[in-house]
């Protein structure tokens, strides 16, 4: 089984790549802040309670989250394996979720660690709240989202580090080439782990 969790701060381009890797590899594409979004369009107690927590540039608690997500794997095929974006946004949540995958010996799980500089991080954000009209994309919130990202998302990668399970890549520049990339890079990753 093939598991991807596309991984980068906010404005990486997690949902695009996510989204290009599902194509490309005929896996299941599950994004949380989509699931969050959907949650808040629908005004459930979950989503009321997200909605407040993402607009001041703050992350949803691990056991909401963690619910959420474990209610859509179960009811999503995940046969061939799953791409994940969005989740896992702490260490507790990593590890949550590979108790969820129940990984064996057989699986393969990796870390798609997105790397873009900070202004540019910036600048996509700003570009996309004008397009999409998202409340959580404004330079305060931007910036907020930033800081936690830095203190409490980005120790995610030394848990995938240490497991082995990590695969830098920078997403700068054009989408298709930052695909293009990801794919040669996990086939020779692949390739070692076996």
């Known amino acids: 089984?093939?598991?991807?969790?596309?991984?980068?701060?906010?404005?990486?381009?997690?949902?695009?790549?996510?989204?290009?890797?599902?194509?490309?590899?005929?896996?299941?594409?599950?994004?949380?802040?989509?699931?969050?979004?959907?949650?808040?369009?629908?005004?459930?107690?979950?989503?009321?309670?997200?909605?407040?927590?993402i607009s001041g540039g703050h992350l949803v608690p691990d056991d909401l989250i963690i619910s959420l997500l474990e209610e859509k794997l179960e009811g999503t095929p995940t046969r061939k394996g799953i791409i994940l974006d969005g989740f896992p946004r702490t260490v507790s949540q990593a590890k949550s979720l590979h108790q969820l995958l129940g990984n064996s010996t057989d699986d393969y799980t990796v870390l798609v660690d997105l790397k873009v500089e900070e202004h540019e991080l910036i600048r996509r954000l700003l570009e996309r709240g004008k397009v999409s009209g998202r409340s959580d994309d404004n330079e305060a919130t931007i910036k907020e989202r930033l800081k936690v990202y830095h203190s409490t998302t980005e120790p995610v990668i030394d848990y995938y580090k240490e497991k082995g399970n990590h695969l830098e890549i920078a997403a700068e520049g054009d989408i298709d080439e930052i695909t293009e990339k990801i794919v040669m890079e996990l086939a020779s990753d692949m390739a070692r782990a076996r």
Do not use: C, W
């Open 1 to 53: 089984m093939l598991n991807l969790i596309v991984f980068g701060a906010p404005g990486s381009g997690k949902g695009t790549q996510g989204k290009a890797l599902a194509s490309h590899y005929g896996l299941e594409h599950i994004s949380t802040g989509d699931l969050l979004r959907d949650e808040i369009r629908r005004g459930t107690d979950l989503g009321k309670q997200a909605e407040k927590l």
